[in-house]
């Protein structure tokens, strides 16, 4: 495994001082194997639109790099960076799919297999990129093209979904997200274009409540978009891989919740392969 960290510039920033970047955990490419390539996944971490947790990051990137990814976590814009927020993060997804598909070779990266993966916040980024990866504004704002972003697949855990359904609790903090709720409530955007999508949420999330999964989920099924769903009985947010690695206090290693991770892997087998 070799580390890459890729800076992303947004509009007038440079690469030298732009806040997102991509960190990559890699395989080496394997010269007993003519071109050996990888399926590739970009992990949008959560933390509110004020930080990301980089440990649980990290941990995230290298499960998923053990189970044969190139695997790669995004450090987008926070709101104290921009104002309003959206849709800063979006363009970094975009930029951050442009950098993988124009440098999958050196990259020993499958480029029309790249998934992305949102927790909590970082589900609605996923969540809207799903929903706009081939929007003519993206092409705008960061100069790329639509056959150049394309997800493969989502992943999205515990998503923020909808801004209006329980996450942020004051409105005048989600309008720091976005100035237009509706045109970031993710459910409300859904298209025939959207990726396949797995979903795993617990029933009892104080933080960001079922409802946001459900919208979404019930807004891919009226557009025939496949998707797998699961709802968890019981475990607090921000789970993530919900075993010891990622416990962050009593109660948040959760064996049966940490189901989850298999469950993701049997579905993305599947999808990719059938893609």
């Given at each position: 495994?070799?580390?890459?960290?890729?800076?992303?510039?947004?509009?007038?920033?440079?690469?030298?001082?732009?806040?997102?970047?991509?960190?990559?955990?890699?395989?080496?490419?394997?010269?007993?194997?003519?071109?050996?390539?990888?399926?590739?996944?970009?992990?949008?971490?959560?933390?509110?639109?004020?930080?990301?947790?980089?440990?649980?990051?990290?941990?995230?990137?290298?499960?998923?790099?053990?189970?044969?990814?190139?695997?790669?976590?995004?450090?987008y814009h926070f709101i104290d960076e921009k104002a309003p927020l959206m849709p800063a993060p979006l363009v970094d997804v975009a930029n951050a799919m442009h950098y993988l598909y124009e440098n999958s070779d050196d990259l020993a990266l499958?480029?029309?297999?790249?998934?992305?993966?949102?927790?909590?916040?970082?589900?609605?980024?996923?969540?809207?990129?799903?929903?706009?990866?081939?929007?003519?504004?993206?092409?705008?704002?960061?100069?790329?093209?639509?056959?150049?972003?394309?997800?493969?697949?989502?992943?999205?855990?515990?998503?923020?979904?909808?801004?209006?359904?329980?996450?942020?609790?004051?409105?005048?903090?989600?309008?720091?997200?976005?100035?237009?709720?509706?045109?970031?409530?993710?459910?409300?955007?859904?298209?025939?274009?959207?990726?396949?999508?797995f979903i795993w949420v617990t029933n009892d999330d104080q933080m960001v409540p079922v409802k946001n999964s459900l919208l979404y989920a019930n807004a891919l099924n009226q557009h025939g978009v496949p998707q797998e769903l699961h709802i968890f009985d019981h475990g607090p947010h921000g789970l993530a891989l919900a075993n010891a690695q990622t416990a962050w206090r009593e109660g948040t290693d959760l064996p049966h919740v940490a189901k989850w991770f298999e469950l993701a892997q049997e579905w993305l087998f599947n999808t990719l392969t059938t893609e």
């Open positions: 495994m070799y580390l890459l960290k890729q800076s992303l510039p947004t509009q007038q920033e440079t690469p030298d001082h732009a806040p997102a970047y991509l960190q990559g955990y890699v395989h080496e490419p394997n010269p007993e194997i003519d071109r050996q390539t990888y399926p590739g996944i970009v992990i949008i971490p959560g933390g509110s639109y004020t930080h990301i947790p980089e440990h649980q990051a990290e941990i995230l990137a290298q499960a998923f790099y053990a189970q044969g990814y190139q695997a790669f976590y995004l450090r499958e480029a029309n297999r790249i998934v992305v993966a949102g927790f909590s916040v970082g589900g609605q980024v996923a969540a809207l990129y799903g929903d706009y990866w081939a929007a003519k504004w993206l092409d705008e704002q960061t100069g790329t093209t639509a056959d150049t972003r394309k997800p493969a697949a989502l992943v999205l855990g515990y998503p923020v979904i909808n801004l209006k359904a329980g996450f942020p609790k004051e409105k005048s903090d989600a309008l720091a997200i976005a100035d237009d709720l509706d045109a970031y409530a993710a459910d409300e955007h859904v298209n025939k274009q959207n990726p396949p999508t």
